[in-house]
């Protein structure tokens, strides 16, 4: 899934104004001039539209558990995890909004989409870990449908 099609996601679930998504990336180090952010946020095929790179999603994310989360002043901010992936995506996610396993089982089942455990349990292991399973698109696209739903 793009990653811009992930922050426009994101900033209906959040329900907050292009500034405030760059203040949530300025909490991980990131500056991002409105300008440049809301052209992130416009269509593929719309004029001035820019892709979101990974260095740019990894501190949004980074940032929006921050924001959600509160910083913890007695750890350094940890480098950024790049390549951004769906299952990365999934897990800054589940993080920023504090979700149990059961949290997230009913975020895909209210969006239509749901999942075994052992599948869900699958996308949180490490790539290379024999029961490791990539995140799809429809399934991260059909858990931010779940979660706007949801209204967190």
């Given at each position: 899934m793009l990653n811009n099609d992930v922050l426009r996601s994101l900033r209906y679930i959040l329900n907050v104004s292009?500034?405030?998504?760059?203040?949530?990336?300025?909490?991980?180090?990131?500056?991002i001039p409105a300008a440049e952010m809301a052209a992130y946020l416009k269509k593929d095929d719309e004029p001035g539209y820019k892709p979101c790179g990974d260095r740019i999603m990894a501190h949004f994310l980074d940032g929006l558990v921050i924001y959600k989360r509160?910083?913890?002043?007695s750890r350094p901010i940890p480098p950024i995890e790049l390549p951004i992936?769906?299952?990365?995506?999934?897990k800054k996610l589940r993080v920023a909004f504090e979700l149990k396993e059961d949290d997230i089982h009913g975020i895909l089942a209210a969006a239509g989409f749901p999942v075994s455990k052992p599948e869900l349990s699958a996308l949180?292991?490490?790539?290379?870990?024999?029961?490791?399973?990539?995140?799809?698109?429809?399934?991260?696209r059909n858990f931010l449908k779940g979660l706007a739903l949801r209204g967190k």
């Amino acid at each position: 899934m793009l990653n811009n099609d992930v922050l426009r996601s994101l900033r209906y679930i959040l329900n907050v104004s292009d500034a405030k998504l760059a203040e949530i990336a300025w909490l991980a180090g990131c500056e991002i001039p409105a300008a440049e952010m809301a052209a992130y946020l416009k269509k593929d095929d719309e004029p001035g539209y820019k892709p979101c790179g990974d260095r740019i999603m990894a501190h949004f994310l980074d940032g929006l558990v921050i924001y959600k989360r509160g910083r913890d002043e007695s750890r350094p901010i940890p480098p950024i995890e790049l390549p951004i992936t769906n299952n990365l995506v999934l897990k800054k996610l589940r993080v920023a909004f504090e979700l149990k396993e059961d949290d997230i089982h009913g975020i895909l089942a209210a969006a239509g989409f749901p999942v075994s455990k052992p599948e869900l349990s699958a996308l949180f292991r490490k790539a290379g870990h024999s029961n490791y399973r990539p995140c799809g698109d429809q399934l991260l696209r059909n858990f931010l449908k779940g979660l706007a739903l949801r209204g967190k």
